[in-house]
């Protein structure tokens, strides 16, 4: 609805004294001069941005944000189980669901009082209601329809790896099409993202993700029982415990070298790094729980061959796009995002990659690479923005914890069997 010119004093003295709610509340992106810039200036009128709220809660984080038709971000909230799947070994899905539960309330009303902004000043609300654990997704689903039905809003129901292919774009001035790497502890894909909902998915992990496997392995070397790691993710652990080891004390092959496809495996290479932790806890002759002395190499030897394999796979998947003429021969840009994208050093291999085939490589900032908010208010925005899958009608709608990302082309991707040229993965 238009605003008169008359009410813009009052909007920017609200705007001077607000403040940010609640302990896990982060302060708006925004300021004053950037919203007075974001209302769009008629004569005698001016109309006020459009906002979505964006809901999350595929997996272990209860997070909501707003986020209007600029890109500005007005306000988040997030409530992280991490600490509390750390203890239990892994993700326990009916935890994660109760937990969702406690706080989904909360995290939703914290968002809106960052934002200053009522449910009912929104244009949308948009919740990611695919892939992820079942349990998971129905808790945010199910409280956003009661959103839904009581403000009368439109819900734009979102994807979950959608909207951490499109978060780059929120931060950069990114055109279509770009190639997108998506690493998480749940998804590891290369895709060609031509539109804000028209993919092409040139390959992925044929069993585990590189999170899990990191997880997985921080598990193994009992870093929980670290004072220092014991509160992070398995992945987050590796990365600062690899900065302390040598990676050439232990070589570890990357997999499916021969495979001239961008798919990926983690699940032998696990096994591999599970027997060398049983191997050295032998040798060392320490207990179960006790932390190995060579923790540190294994952690650098580990974290480098995911790099290396990452890396291979994504350097075939731009010569790919190339060769088809699905990316501009030079300036195209590779976006990588996900949990395991904020791992600096998965980065540095990544660079060497997009330098050398003339790529920009872009990366989100580390906090919204993990799950957040904003990405799925933002993905809210793109979807208004382009009139795509803007629902005004809620009746039985269902959320799907399988759901591919796009037009499968991952089979001609392997028949094209590109030779990758041997890079120098010094980073
Ligand atoms: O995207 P995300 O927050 O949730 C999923 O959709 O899965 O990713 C979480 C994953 C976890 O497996 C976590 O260990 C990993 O991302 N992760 C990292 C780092 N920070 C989080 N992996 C490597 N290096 C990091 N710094
Ligand atoms: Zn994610």
Redesign the pocket.
């Known amino acids: 609805m238009p605003v008169p010119a008359g009410v813009i004093c009052r909007v920017v003295s609200m705007l001077i004294v607000r403040k940010t709610a609640g302990v896990f509340a982060k302060p708006p992106k925004r300021n004053v001069y950037g919203f007075l810039r974001s209302l769009r200036v008629c004569p005698g009128v001016l109309s006020p941005p459009k906002l979505v709220l964006g809901i999350e809660t595929?997996?272990d984080?209860t997070a909501a944000a707003v986020v209007d038709d600029t890109g500005r971000v007005w306000g988040e909230a997030i409530h992280s189980q991490t600490e509390v799947h750390l203890k239990t070994g892994g993700i326990v899905p009916p935890v994660a669901q109760q937990l969702h539960r406690e706080n989904i309330e909360r995290v939703v009303e914290e968002a809106l009082s960052a934002s200053r902004v009522s449910a009912r000043d929104l244009s949308a609300i948009a919740t990611t209601v695919k892939p992820g654990l079942a349990l998971s997704l129905g808790v945010g689903l199910s409280f956003s329809l009661q959103l839904v039905n009581q403000f009368k809003k439109p819900f734009i129901p979102i994807h979950?790896m959608e909207a951490?292919a499109l978060t780059i774009r929120l931060i950069n001035n990114v055109e279509f099409p770009f190639l997108v790497l998506l690493i998480?502890?749940?998804?590891c894909l290369l895709a060609l993202v031509r539109g804000v909902s028209d993919f092409l998915l040139l390959g992925q992990s044929l069993d585990i993700?590189p999170?899990?496997m990191?997880?997985k392995v921080a598990r193994r070397l009992s870093l929980i029982n670290h004072p220092e790691y014991s509160t992070m993710?398995?992945?987050?652990a590796?990365?600062r415990l690899a900065k302390e080891g040598n990676r050439f004390h232990f070589t570890l092959n990357p997999p499916m070298q021969t495979a001239k496809n961008c798919n990926f495996s983690f699940t032998g290479l696990q096994h591999v790094i599970d027997k060398l932790i049983e191997r050295k806890e032998k040798e060392e002759g320490i207990e179960k729980g006790q932390i190995l002395s060579s923790a540190a190499d294994i952690a650098a030897a580990v974290q480098h061959v995911t790099a290396c394999h990452l890396a291979t796979r994504t350097h075939r998947a731009i010569l790919f796009c190339k060769q088809r003429e699905l990316l501009p021969p030079a300036n195209a840009v590779l976006v990588v995002s996900?949990?395991?994208a904020?791992?600096l050093y998965?980065r540095r291999a990544l660079e060497i990659v997009a330098k050398a085939t003339q790529c920009t490589l872009l990366c989100p900032p580390?906090r919204l690479?993990?799950?957040n908010g904003i990405m799925i208010a933002w993905n809210g925005i793109e979807r208004l923005r382009a009139g795509l899958g803007i629902l005004h009608e809620v009746e039985d709608f269902r959320y799907e914890p399988k759901c591919p990302l796009g037009v499968d082309i991952s089979k001609e991707v392997a028949e094209a069997a590109i030779k990758v040229p041997q890079l120098k993965m010094t980073i």
């Not at 998480?184 to 998804?187: A, L, M, Y």
């Open positions: 595929s997996c984080d979950h951490h998480s502890g749940g998804h993700a999170g899990d990191l997880d993710s398995g992945g987050k590796i990365e996900g949990g395991v904020s791992n998965i580390p690479c993990t799950d």
